[in-house]
Each structure stands twice: as structure tokens, then as C-alpha cells.
């Protein structure tokens, strides 16, 4: 019950903060970034490295997927634990 009542929901959750769309940052990449070749690509790459809100968002989003790594790693483990639980009860 832990795993679906629980661990799952706050996985959800934690998505949805982590890939939350904010308009803010959107403005700014538009602002600095163009899209060419299927990919963005920065305007002015030197001013962009001295550009604070750029980097802490950067940073912010980085610890964000780090966060769900160990989070999708934790759901693995406890996933396994539970269908081996499963199997042994339908033995």
C-alpha cells in the first residue's frame, strides 16, 4: 500500500515541481536563445555565462533531476522489494 499511496504520489508531485513551466524563464530563454537546427542556441554565449538568473536556474534544475534520479532509484528498490513480497505470497 506504501508503495502506491505513497511513494508513487510523491513521485508524481516531485515531477511536476521539477518540469513546472515558468514564464518567467521561458521570457528569458526567448530573450537569449534562438532556434536553429532543432536546437537552441545562445545569442551572446559570454554574456550568458555572467547572466545570474540564467545560472541559478540552471543550477536549481540540475538539483532538481539529481533529486529525482535518487527519488526514481528509491521507486525501483522499493518496487522490487514489493513484487518479490507478491511472488512470495502467491506461492
Do not use: C
Amino acid at each position: 500500500m506504501n508503495l502506491f499511496e505513497t511513494i508513487y504520489p510523491s513521485v508524481l508531485n516531485r515531477y511536476k515541481l521539477v518540469n513546472a513551466y515558468l514564464p518567467s524563464f521561458d521570457h528569458h530563454v526567448v530573450q537569449n536563445f534562438i532556434y536553429s537546427n532543432g536546437k537552441l542556441e545562445p545569442i551572446d554565449y559570454p554574456k550568458l555565462l555572467t547572466d545570474h538568473y540564467y545560472i541559478s536556474w540552471i543550477r536549481a534544475y540540475k538539483e532538481g533531476r539529481k533529486d529525482l534520479i535518487e527519488m526514481e532509484n528509491n521507486l525501483i528498490s522499493e518496487t522490487a522489494r514489493v513484487l518479490i513480497l507478491i511472488q512470495d505470497e502467491l506461492k
